[in-house]
């Protein structure tokens, strides 16, 4: 069985270049930063506990992350479990007519490296940025307890769940899909930090 894994930042952006037109191909997704582990990713999660898949897309290296430490044990735990990691805009997968192929891994550290030194300097310049508005006293930083921290403590099971919202799944299966009480949700609802896609 073969599954593409998709992985955007935030739940505004498109999602079609990374999925396939082939219906057989399973996707699964997540909508979280980078620099969040790949087995602490529910769509990733899931991707690995189904024991059918045999080859996993993507579309390039930094869906799988930023963090060149946790791109190579994903790439390990792909390869003890013989699973066939094809990289599309790389043009190469990790097994070749069932061997393994020695470039690979090579080109992976390598790709991988650069995917997070460009994390690095995102927050650096984002760094120098606050530094800046901070001078000006322009930035007073975030209050305690503000919505937006609650955003960044919660940012992927946020985003998660409003990925579910616009697919058409109501509270109950995301409840459940979660392990996340309804009040909880519709706490989420009320402060607007998700919305159902009919409104």
């Given at each position: ?63 799988l992350g930023r963090n060149l430490k946790d791109i190579l044990n994903t790439i390990e735990y792909f390869k ?120």
């Open positions: 069985m073969k599954a593409v894994y998709v992985r955007i930042s935030t739940a505004n952006q498109n999602l079609e270049r990374q999925l396939k037109k082939d219906k057989s191909i399973k996707p699964y997704i997540d909508i979280c930063s980078g620099s969040v582990l790949f087995n602490k990713r529910p769509g990733a999660i899931a991707m690995m506990k189904n024991k059918k898949i045999t080859e996993i897309q993507v579309k390039e290296i930094s869906r003890e479990n013989k699973i066939n990691l094809k990289i599309e805009n790389l043009g190469f997968s990790l097994f070749i007519d069932g061997k393994e192929n020695p470039i690979a891994l090579l080109i992976v550290s390598m790709f991988g490296a650069i995917s997070e030194h460009e994390r690095n300097m995102i927050n650096e310049r984002t760094q120098e940025g606050r530094n800046i508005a901070k001078a000006k006293g322009k930035f007073k930083g975030r209050k305690r307890g503000a919505t937006s921290d609650l955003m960044l403590k919660n940012e992927m099971l946020i985003t998660a769940m409003q990925s579910k919202l616009n697919e058409g799944w109501n509270i109950s299966r995301i409840s459940d899909f979660y392990h996340v009480s309804r009040p909880r949700i519709y706490s989420y609802l009320k402060k607007g930090l998700i919305a159902r896609s009919d409104n």
